[in-house]
């Protein structure tokens, strides 16, 4: 096959193999052949042939951007084996078949039916076949071929990275690199000047230049200044065709600002200044702002203010504002019209940040004078001293002078001055002030110990202008005397070991006082001496605001004495002395030999044991109630009264008191309750102790069908009226009533009325096992059984 194209480009002719196939005429096989080899027919032996070469193809190219109205020839297919009777059918495959590119199947005819663009896609890759139209059977093996775009200058240069801000600082020398900029152009650089680029300025000359072929940007001026001027605004332009005519061309702009270096001193606008000041003004108030300008920017304008000269250093000074740049003069001493009116400062500015490349452009400084004129103004009364301190005596007399503050007018008008203390609502005003003179008094009797020492404020006013006020502080200290006697310093426990020695210290005791230090210590101690001699305890002064008790004797005895009082003396060393007497308690106590005390006495030895003293009260409490109810159950039971009626009648339902151990139930001499169980058989039942009855027995059946009825309550109301009127009756103070039970029954008496002579059945010797706390109560509550036995 011959793939003819008419393209511009001259064709490249390549020759293929064509294998011819052969046919069995016995089988109709068809044999499949590929480059440089054969397959034999089946059922035949294989056979070698030479393989022929049919397809001579070029490669193709096709004019991007075609817009003529006819589809583009590309070029023509044409195989050995095709006749011209249109038996050979033409195929084409691949990319963009049959869309982009068409074939004519009988003449081999490739058109491209679209313009392409090389910068999308710069070539496609297609396969063509030639069959038998007939068979559809391949005549030749399919076949691969390229057809390329080919290029035109249809793009322009682009910046892909404008437009550009860049930098560069001012004072540069001539050339410096400010940016590189590169432009792109999409056309195939290996094809003719579509994609050669070159650069060219449009814009911003003489300050800038740039290189044609690399494109880097450069100051093209000398000492270009920011002050002059900040900002530039370059056009760089790139042109393919290597910047012929007919080239195709893009631009960009790059905006330049100059950066600042320090090249220009400081300078304040004037060489003198005024700055008026009242007197009044505070000291370390801000009174005045001065400012020199500096064409720079950023840190290179930054700057600090001094007080290089004049009589004012002393009361100005001044400080540097960051933010603002100006210099701020304030007060560092006040000012007084009428001693001084006006002050003189020379007042310097210099950059902080230098730059010694630009040194030569002069100092980077500057300086000018500053006058200040005072202003008089009507000040406040003015104290002799900033504060006061003053001393005064407690127990001074009210109206004691303290102190005198003394305020005057410093203006030249000298207004008298008035004065007053400032008070608290709640203070107690322990001062006075004479509005006058100044001159402090008390009006309390004062107290050291109690309060020390006073803080007041006094404020003076001038008389022709009140508004007008100044303060000052007055602090008071309150002086001692001697007013307070020495006392001991705690309450002492002192203890005493029944087995000590003569002259053996027992304890150390100090003495306090509520008085200074001048009129305290040192403290004496000693024994009265208009008290007779003590024999068993003695004071010794140790001289250091202490004393020791020592014994006098040997051995005490907790049973003869436990507790001994000691009357001691303290006095202090004020002027004039004073003296207070105490008394100390000494218990004795038994003590181990190493001097450890054992026991002193109940309280001591419950209180050892770890008992609190509620405890204790509590203990006791509950003893003395146990103790009241013992007594009070003796008491009853002595006490306890006969029965007033007696029968012999029914013993064993008798009810007998007995003031001693008796014959229990076998005592006739008992009150027969049968009346009260059956009130109809008391008329002829009735006996009395007092007189012996005649006995004369009544058959019980006989009257209890008749007096059944009678009522209990009523019957024994009137046995007592007949008591109480019946004169012969012994005055009997006890009424025993009995409510009736009915007949008889069969369960035995449950009255409580024998145990109280009957034993208990508690045993208290076990409260002897508790321990020491109960020791007491164990004694206590075996004398009971001791006695309840006896």
């Known amino acids: 096959m011959k793939i003819t194209s008419t393209s511009c480009i001259c064709p490249v002719l390549v020759c293929l193999c064509f294998v011819q196939r052969c046919y069995g005429t016995a089988h109709h096989s068809s044999?499949?052949?590929?480059?440089?080899?054969?397959?034999?027919?089946?059922?035949?032996?294989?056979?070698?042939?030479?393989?022929?070469?049919?397809?001579?193809?070029?490669?193709?190219?096709?004019?991007?951007?075609?817009?003529?109205?006819?589809p583009q020839y590309v070029g023509k297919l044409h195989s050995n084996s095709d006749k011209g009777d249109g038996s050979v059918k033409y195929i084409l495959t691949g990319e963009g078949a049959g869309t982009i590119f068409i074939i004519d199947d009988t003449t081999g005819d490739i058109h491209s039916t679209k313009s392409l663009d090389r910068e999308q896609k710069t070539h496609y890759v297609l396969h063509a076949q030639a069959i038998d139209r007939r068979t559809n059977k391949p005549l030749e093996p399919e076949s691969e071929f390229i057809i390329k775009v080919q290029d035109i200058n249809d793009n322009a240069p682009k910046f892909t990275d404008g437009p550009y801000i860049?930098?560069?600082?001012?004072?540069?020398?001539?050339?410096?690199?400010?940016?590189?900029?590169?432009?792109?152009?999409?056309?195939?650089?290996?094809?003719?000047?579509?994609?050669?680029?070159?650069?060219?300025?449009?814009?911003?000359?003489?300050?800038?230049?740039?290189?044609?072929?690399?494109?880097?940007?450069?100051?093209?001026?000398?000492?270009?200044?920011?002050?002059?001027?900040?900002?530039?605004?370059?056009?760089?332009?790139?042109?393919?065709?290597?910047?012929?005519?007919?080239?195709?061309?893009?631009?960009?702009?790059?905006?330049?600002?100059?950066?600042?270096?320090?090249?220009?001193?400081?300078?304040?606008?004037?060489?003198?200044?005024?700055?008026?000041?009242?007197?009044?003004?505070?000291?370390?108030?801000?009174?005045?702002?001065?400012?020199?300008?500096?064409?720079?920017?950023?840190?290179?304008a930054d700057m600090t203010y001094s007080i290089i000269n004049g009589d004012g250093m002393g009361i100005f000074s001044i400080s540097t504002d960051k933010e603002t740049r100006e210099g701020i003069l304030s007060l560092k001493k006040p000012l007084n019209y009428e001693k001084k009116k006006s002050y003189t400062l020379n007042i310097e500015g210099a950059n902080t940040h230098l730059d010694f490349r630009f040194s030569h452009l002069g100092p980077f400084k500057d300086a000018t004078m500053l006058k200040i004129i005072v202003g008089d103004v009507d000040e406040p009364p003015l104290f002799s001293m900033p504060s006061y301190v003053m001393e005064v005596y407690e127990n001074a007399k009210i109206g004691t002078v303290v102190g005198t503050v003394l305020a005057q007018d410093p203006d030249s008008t000298n207004s008298l001055v008035r004065y007053f203390i400032n008070y608290n609502v709640e203070d107690d005003r322990f001062f006075n002030i004479d509005a006058n003179t100044g001159t402090i008094r008390t009006t309390k009797v004062l107290d050291r110990e109690e309060t020390p020492w006073y803080n007041i404020t006094v404020t003076a006013s001038e008389i022709d202008n009140p508004d007008l006020l100044s303060h000052v502080t007055v602090g008071i200290r309150v002086l001692d005397v001697n007013d307070n006697p020495p006392e001991l310093a705690r309450e002492y426990d002192i203890i005493v070991c029944e087995n000590s020695k003569p002259g053996q210290v027992i304890h150390t005791i100090s003495a306090t006082d509520k008085d200074d230090f001048a009129n305290g210590p040192r403290f004496n101690f000693f024994l009265d001496e208009r008290l007779p001699v003590n024999p068993n305890f003695t004071l010794k002064d140790n001289e250091d605001n202490t004393a020791s008790i020592l014994t006098r004797r040997r051995r005490f005895s907790r049973t003869v004495q436990d507790v001994y009082y000691l009357p001691i003396m303290i006095s202090d060393g004020g002027i004039p002395s004073l003296s207070s007497s105490s008394t100390l308690t000494i218990r004795v106590c038994a003590c181990e030999r190493d001097g450890r005390v054992r026991t002193c006495h109940a309280e001591a030895f419950l209180s050892s044991a770890g008992l609190s003293t509620g405890a204790l009260i509590a203990i006791l409490l509950c003893v003395l109630i146990l103790l009241a109810i013992v007594v009070l159950f003796i008491t009853l039971r002595r006490s306890k009264k006969e029965p007033l009626i007696i029968s012999e009648e029914d013993v064993r339902e008798n009810v007998v008191t007995y003031d001693d151990e008796g014959g229990g139930e076998e005592d006739t001499e008992a009150f027969d309750i049968t009346a009260l169980r059956n009130p109809?058989?008391?008329?002829?039942?009735?006996?009395?102790?007092?007189?012996?009855?005649?006995?004369?027995?009544?058959?019980?059946?006989?009257?209890?069908?008749?007096?059944?009825?009678?009522?209990v309550q009523e019957f024994i109301k009137q046995r007592l009226a007949e008591a109480d009127l019946d004169l012969s009756v012994?005055?009997?103070?006890?009424?025993?009533?009995?409510?009736?039970?009915?007949?008889r029954s069969e369960a035995g008496s449950i009255s409580s009325l024998d145990s109280a002579t009957t034993q208990s059945d508690q045993d208290y010797h076990y409260l002897g096992d508790w321990g020491p706390e109960f020791k007491k109560l164990a004694e206590l509550y075996g004398e009971i059984e001791s006695e309840r036995t006896t």
């Open 31 to 70: 044999i499949k052949v590929t480059r440089n080899q054969t397959k034999h027919i089946e059922g035949e032996t294989e056979v070698h042939h030479r393989p022929k070469r049919g397809w001579v193809w070029n490669q193709f190219f096709v004019l991007e951007e075609h817009m003529g109205p006819d």
């Open 166 to 300: 860049v930098t560069v600082p001012e004072m540069s020398d001539m050339g410096t690199s400010v940016l590189q900029v590169t432009a792109t152009d999409a056309d195939d650089p290996t094809y003719g000047n579509s994609a050669r680029v070159v650069y060219s300025i449009l814009q911003g000359q003489p300050y800038f230049s740039v290189d044609p072929k690399t494109g880097v940007i450069r100051t093209a001026l000398h000492n270009m200044d920011r002050e002059a001027r900040e900002h530039y605004s370059v056009v760089i332009q790139a042109k393919d065709m290597a910047g012929q005519v007919g080239g195709l061309s893009g631009s960009t702009t790059v905006n330049i600002t100059l950066t600042d270096v320090n090249d220009n001193p400081p300078r304040f606008p004037q060489k003198h200044y005024q700055l008026y000041v009242p007197e009044s003004a505070q000291v370390g108030s801000a009174v005045g702002k001065i400012k020199a300008n500096d064409a720079d920017t950023g840190s290179n």
């Open 680 to 711: 109809s058989a008391a008329e002829e039942l009735k006996y009395r102790r007092d007189i012996r009855p005649e006995v004369k027995l009544t058959p019980r059946h006989q009257t209890s069908s008749t007096l059944e009825s009678i009522d």
């Open 730 to 743: 012994p005055p009997y103070d006890s009424l025993q009533t009995y409510a009736y039970e009915g007949q």
